[in-house]
């Protein structure tokens, strides 16, 4: 039995410790003159006209196939055989709303839930032709950096088999490396591409803020969220980019700046003459890094000194403060706008799927939190705590200093094209055993973006690249990062990389 409004407030003016007289009178103040405009709200019917999708297929777990466990479901959508991707298998992240599939989030408390449209990105890969063969297993509620937190289970990395494959886009990132699908589609608010791109051995890639529309995607932050393409080679990944990318008149975070199409793919070019790439000496993090990881980055930007950049070594202090924006960022946007709010952002004039809002709000109570992931109860739990401080407003804090951030990294640009630093400094450590110890569980499933929260924070284009790693070890990924809106310059110098490891070196 629903709860009255009255009920709710009594309830709620007791906790405040009003008197039972002054709390009548409030109510009857807000039931006459702020309630009638909201009950007014929810009589009018959205005049967006919905996307007409007909009747859906897909396949349930637990599927015989699915060595990786990677595979929420399976399905074969397909709009038409013709177009730039035509006939190309795709899967997208459990985040990314695909009409009448399921939606789990890796949590068991979204289970059954089926969103009614399609993502933007859904539609513009379904009408170049690709194939949806199914959505790929997400990290719980999207918030870890391992792949063993979704509820369906761990997802295993077929590029080392035992160890993590990266989150919160494991399923994802495991799927291309291990050929089931061409290209995959990962969201990214502190890491979540690139992270098991580099732990998985493929491409991954994160646009500029804006550059592709975020519409019909479960989000944490409008300043954080990203999506972008998971793939094999550069070639693919730009293809798919190029189908995604430009403005569809719904996400405010594209601006008239951000292109309605691109053409990365043709506009390719290995020339790296007069391209100064700059070798970040925080991106080797002191006690953390691997040496086998410095040596295998450092080997990778060798091969870009080959293909024409040249190179130079550079401090970049402000790499702490990136991190810790990053973090207080993400920490209080999952509690207040992901798990109290539907992950629909507060300010923003777009548009924002209110069947998922609906469904993670009724669904993700405060008596269920106990039933996610550790690491997502730790997140939610720090989130409440910093949220209600009422000595500090972290958020507004971290907020302000953004443009502080911005202004020292543009010092960096200032003096090279682009950035480059190890994607994560240590390679993907063993999954733990499932009965493992509380803390094991929460500090298993973080700090792997330690080099990558920053580039979300500040809105800037970033890619990791797989480096050349001997046969039976982990694989181990370098990052380039360019400025804002430079993406043709970060694709440029990935596929000059490409095309020199290909080459063979001359006597």
Same mark, same amino acid.
Request: with cysteine.
């Given at each position: 039995?629903?709860?009255?409004?009255?009920?709710?407030?009594?309830?709620?003016?007791?906790?405040?410790?009003?008197?039972?007289?002054?709390?009548?009178?409030?109510?009857?103040?807000?039931?006459?003159?702020?309630?009638?405009?909201?009950?007014?709200?929810?009589?009018?019917?959205?005049?967006?006209?919905?996307?007409?999708?007909?009747?859906?297929?897909?396949?349930?777990?637990?599927?015989?196939?699915?060595?990786?466990?990677?595979?929420?479901?399976?399905?074969?959508?397909?709009?038409?055989?013709?177009?730039?991707?035509?006939?190309?298998?795709?899967?997208?992240?459990?985040?990314?709303?695909?009409?009448?599939?399921?939606?789990?989030?890796?949590?068991?408390?979204?289970?059954?839930?089926?969103?009614?449209? +399609?993502? !933007?990105?859904?539609? &513009?890969?379904? #009408? /170049?032709?690709?194939?949806?063969? $199914?959505?790929?297993? @997400?990290?719980? *509620?999207?918030?870890?950096?391992?792949?063993?937190?979704?509820?369906?289970?761990?997802?295993?990395?077929?590029?080392?088999?035992?160890?993590?494959?990266?989150?919160?886009?494991?399923?994802?990132?495991?799927?291309?490396?291990?050929?089931?699908?061409?290209?995959?589609?990962?969201? +990214?608010? !502190?890491?979540?591409? &690139?992270?098991? #791109? /580099?732990?998985?051995?493929?491409? $991954?890639?994160?646009? @500029?803020?804006? *550059?592709?529309?975020?519409?019909?995607?479960?989000?944490?932050?409008?300043?954080?969220?990203?999506?972008?393409?998971?793939?094999?080679?550069?070639?693919?990944?730009?293809?798919?980019?190029?189908?995604?990318?430009?403005?569809?008149?719904?996400?405010?975070?594209?601006?008239?700046?951000?292109?309605?199409?691109?053409?990365?793919?043709?506009?390719?070019?290995?020339?790296?003459?007069?391209?100064?790439?700059?070798?970040?000496?925080?991106?080797?993090?002191?006690?953390?890094?691997?040496?086998?990881?410095?040596?295998?980055?450092?080997?990778?930007?060798?091969?870009?000194?080959?293909?024409?950049?040249?190179?130079?070594?550079?401090?970049?202090?402000?790499?702490?403060?990136?991190?810790?924006?990053?973090?207080?960022?993400?920490?209080?946007?999952?509690?207040?706008?992901?798990?109290?709010?539907?992950?629909?952002?507060?300010?923003?004039?777009?548009?924002?799927?209110?069947?998922?809002?609906?469904?993670?709000?009724?669904?993700?109570?405060?008596?269920?939190?106990?039933?996610?992931?550790?690491?997502?109860?730790?997140?939610?739990?720090?989130?409440?705590?910093?949220?209600?401080?009422?000595?500090?407003?972290?958020?507004?804090?971290?907020?302000?200093?953004?443009?502080?951030?911005?202004?020292?990294?543009?010092?960096?640009?200032?003096?090279?094209?682009?950035?480059?630093?190890?994607?994560?400094?240590?390679?993907?450590?063993?999954?733990?055993?499932?009965?493992?110890?509380?803390?094991?569980?929460?500090?298993?499933?973080?700090?792997?973006?330690?080099?990558?929260?920053?580039?979300?924070?500040?809105?800037?284009?970033?890619?990791?690249?797989?480096?050349?790693?001997?046969?039976?070890?982990?694989?181990?990924?370098?990052?380039?990062?360019?400025?804002?809106?430079?993406?043709?310059?970060?694709?440029?110098?990935?596929?000059?990389?490409?095309?020199?490891?290909?080459?063979?070196?001359?006597?």
């Amino acid at each position: 039995m629903k709860v009255s409004d009255e009920h709710r407030f009594y309830q709620f003016a007791a906790q405040l410790g009003l008197s039972r007289a002054t709390a009548t009178t409030y109510w009857h103040l807000i039931e006459q003159r702020f309630l009638p405009s909201f009950r007014k709200l929810a009589a009018y019917t959205d005049e967006r006209e919905p996307l007409q999708v007909p009747e859906r297929a897909f396949q349930k777990r637990p599927f015989q196939d699915d060595r990786l466990n990677a595979w929420l479901v399976k399905a074969a959508i397909q709009k038409t055989a013709h177009g730039p991707l035509a006939n190309w298998r795709f899967t997208v992240k459990d985040n990314v709303a695909v009409a009448g599939l399921p939606m789990q989030l890796g949590t068991h408390l979204m289970a059954g839930f089926r969103p009614a449209e +399609d993502a !933007t990105v859904v539609q &513009r890969l379904l #009408a /170049a032709g690709a194939c949806l063969t $199914g959505k790929a297993v @997400s990290e719980n *509620l999207f918030c870890a950096g391992s792949s063993f937190t979704a509820d369906t289970g761990a997802v295993a990395n077929p590029s080392a088999p035992g160890y993590s494959a990266g989150g919160s886009s494991s399923g994802a990132a495991a799927l291309v490396a291990d050929g089931q699908v061409d290209v995959a589609l990962g969201c +990214d608010q !502190t890491g979540s591409i &690139r992270i098991p #791109a /580099a732990w998985c051995g493929v491409y $991954g890639y994160l646009p @500029s803020r804006g *550059l592709v529309p975020y519409t019909g995607i479960v989000s944490v932050d409008p300043l954080l969220d990203g999506v972008g393409p998971l793939a094999r080679d550069v070639a693919t990944l730009t293809k798919t980019l190029d189908v995604i990318a430009g403005r569809d008149g719904q996400d405010p975070r594209q601006t008239p700046t951000n292109p309605e199409k691109t053409a990365f793919n043709r506009h390719l070019n290995p020339d790296l003459s007069e391209l100064t790439i700059g070798i970040v000496a925080e991106g080797f993090q002191l006690g953390v890094s691997e040496p086998a990881v410095d040596q295998a980055v450092l080997a990778e930007i060798g091969q870009l000194k080959r293909a024409g950049a040249a190179v130079k070594r550079i401090t970049l202090p402000a790499m702490r403060l990136g991190r810790t924006l990053a973090d207080v960022l993400n920490t209080v946007s999952t509690y207040r706008q992901l798990v109290l709010n539907g992950g629909a952002p507060a300010g923003q004039a777009g548009s924002y799927p209110n069947d998922v809002t609906d469904a993670l709000r009724q669904r993700i109570q405060p008596d269920q939190y106990a039933e996610l992931a550790p690491i997502v109860q730790a997140i939610v739990y720090s989130g409440w705590l910093t949220s209600t401080d009422p000595t500090m407003n972290y958020y507004n804090r971290a907020q302000n200093l953004i443009a502080t951030l911005r202004a020292k990294v543009a010092t960096a640009f200032e003096a090279c094209d682009l950035l480059a630093l190890p994607t994560v400094p240590f390679r993907a450590p063993r999954l733990p055993q499932p009965d493992a110890p509380l803390t094991t569980q929460v500090t298993a499933a973080m700090g792997m973006d330690v080099n990558t929260g920053i580039w979300n924070v500040l809105g800037l284009p970033a890619i990791s690249i797989p480096c050349a790693v001997p046969a039976g070890t982990r694989p181990v990924g370098l990052m380039l990062v360019g400025p804002a809106m430079a993406d043709q310059r970060v694709l440029n110098a990935a596929y000059a990389h490409e095309l020199v490891r290909a080459a063979p070196l001359e006597d």
